[in-house]
């Protein structure tokens, strides 16, 4: 059985605020100012740093890269921090996502201080993975509602392929042979299920997506960032564009964004 709008809500809340840039940060290794320049690059080569914090009087002002570092002091290849480079400990992944896709790097402010960093790489982590695997399934129990609200049994059936239909049909049949009975919502596969929206114009409204095209080229990436979790491959590298579709979207796929109206 489908849980009620106040449980998809709840759980909602669960996923897109219980996991933070808290949860993944990286300690950020900083260097004095005025430190010697190739003093600095052997230390970040010693331990394995990319891209370590410049500090003067106790404040990390801004970061340097070890691919920069020469001559001189730290401070003559110092950058600064972008205008929304730096966020709280408290920032959800999704927000994280966006602002990797603009930046190679965000830095975390912890007690007052930036004291963390984190790496399109830090996105691999357990709990990213968590977090992804609970927003996908929200919006395939989002669609499945949606679905029920709107549309009968028969019209659901009329929405899909032959082949789709059989399977669905087939599954069905196993599950009633072993003593589980099911409903035909609930032996469709994520496909299934964001085509029967994509072909309605008003369920795929309630979405607030702009086109059928842009909503079933959303599903489509997500459908592929889903199969690659379940295999445990390198998301991040595979699946960007689906990793900024998910956090720019999300909202929109769970709630309903326009009110019914006739199919």
């Keep these: 059985m489908n849980p009620r709008p106040s449980s998809l809500h709840a759980l909602r809340r669960v996923f ?23 003093d600095a690059r052997r230390f970040m080569q010693s331990r394995g740093l990319e891209v370590a914090g410049v500090v003067y009087q106790g404040e990390v002002i801004g970061f340097i ?7 001189g002091t730290c401070a003559g290849v110092m950058q600064t921090f972008g205008e929304d480079q730096v966020v709280p400990d ?3 992944l999704a927000d994280l996502v966006l602002l990797l896709d603009r930046y190679s790097r965000v830095f975390v402010s912890v007690f007052g201080g930036i004291g963390g960093i984190i790496t ?18 929200l919006i395939e129990m989002k669609m499945a509602e949606r679905i029920e609200h709107r549309l009968t049994e028969q019209q659901v ?4 392929s032959e082949g789709r239909l059989r399977k669905a049909e087939e599954l069905l049949a196993r599950r009633a042979e072993r003593q589980h009975p099911a409903r035909l919502i609930e032996c469709l596969q994520f496909s299934d299920k964001f085509q029967i929206i994509a072909r309605s114009r008003t369920l795929r409204a309630a979405t607030g997506f702009p086109s059928k095209k842009q909503f079933e ?23 960007w564009e689906a990793l900024v579709a ?18």
């Design 16 to 38: 897109r605020h219980s996991f933070s840039a808290y949860d993944i940060t990286e300690l950020l290794i900083s260097c004095e100012r005025d430190a010697d320049a190739s």
């Design 246 to 263: 998910l956090a720019h979207y999300v909202d929109d796929l769970i709630d309903d964004v326009a009110q019914p109206g006739p199919l």
């Design 65 to 71: 890269e070890r691919k920069d570092l020469g001559e």
């Design 157 to 160: 059936r009329q929405s899909l």
């Design 120 to 137: 399109r790489t830090d996105l691999q982590k357990p709990p990213v993975r968590m977090w992804l695997f609970g927003m996908i399934t």
């Design 217 to 239: 080229k959303t599903l489509r990436l997500l459908e592929g960032l889903r199969d690659n979790l379940a295999h445990s491959q390198d998301y991040v590298s595979s699946d």
């Design 90 to 92: 408290s920032t959800p």
